[in-house]
């Protein structure tokens, strides 16, 4: 893999701590990994192959109903970015509510955007590439061979916070959505022609 240094300073918190986003420890207040608190990483490397940023969080005994609750709900939420199927030039606003909405469905959400662009080899947080509730000031849209990430997370009350975080490497393959309707001019339902075609994106 070629590594040659940390994308970004690792964040490395144990329950409440855990909650707090880009959390600094200190000695005096830095908490310690237990088995009966979630834990969370986020770290990420600088390859000549090209950049990461991953987050994840584990538990090392047996964690509560709730905490398996929200993890769950962070996972389908992954999960719905992760498999999304949409148009080329996608609105960065809207790829993130479609990630929100298994969260909103259980009354959870996060206070921060969904996805940045990750460089190759270069920033971490690669400026313009972005999905958030916020309209990307740059204008940007989605577009084919970006690289992005999917980070989604909840908080799990007083345990900490729930993150399944990750990049969408090779992001956006391009496919062909073919559409079956029956058209005005009688032409046989279903009928593949080149109107019927547009560009849709898959992570």
């Known amino acids: 893999m070629h590594f040659v240094s940390l ?3 690792t964040i490395s918190g144990s329950g409440p701590n855990g909650a707090i986003i880009h959390y600094d420890p200190k000695e005096e207040t830095c908490g310690s990994v237990t088995t009966d608190k979630m834990y969370l990483n986020d ?17 090392f005994g047996t964690p509560t109903t709730h905490e398996i609750y929200c993890f769950t709900h962070v996972l389908k939420a992954h999960i719905a970015l992760a498999t999304a199927v949409f148009p080329n030039d996608c609105d960065g606003v809207k790829l993130d509510a479609l990630t929100r909405a298994p ?21 971490v947080h690669e400026k313009g590439v972005l999905m958030s509730f916020k309209l990307n000031p740059t204008g940007l849209l989605i577009g084919e061979n970006m690289i992005v990430s999917n980070e989604v ?51």
């Open 153 to 203: 997370r909840c908080a799990a009350v007083a345990g900490g916070w729930v993150s399944c975080h990750v990049c969408l490497a090779r992001l956006l393959r391009r496919r062909q959505l073919w559409h079956s309707h029956r058209e005005l001019d009688g032409r046989q339902e279903g009928r593949r022609s080149s109107d019927d075609v547009w560009p849709v994106l898959r992570l």
């Open 7 to 9: 994308s970004f300073e």
């Open 103 to 123: 969260l909103w469905r259980a009354g959870m959400d996060y206070r921060h955007g969904t996805g940045h662009g990750v460089g190759a080899f270069l920033n």
């Open 43 to 59: 770290s990420g490397a600088q390859y000549l192959d090209g950049t990461t940023d991953v987050t994840r969080t584990s538990h």
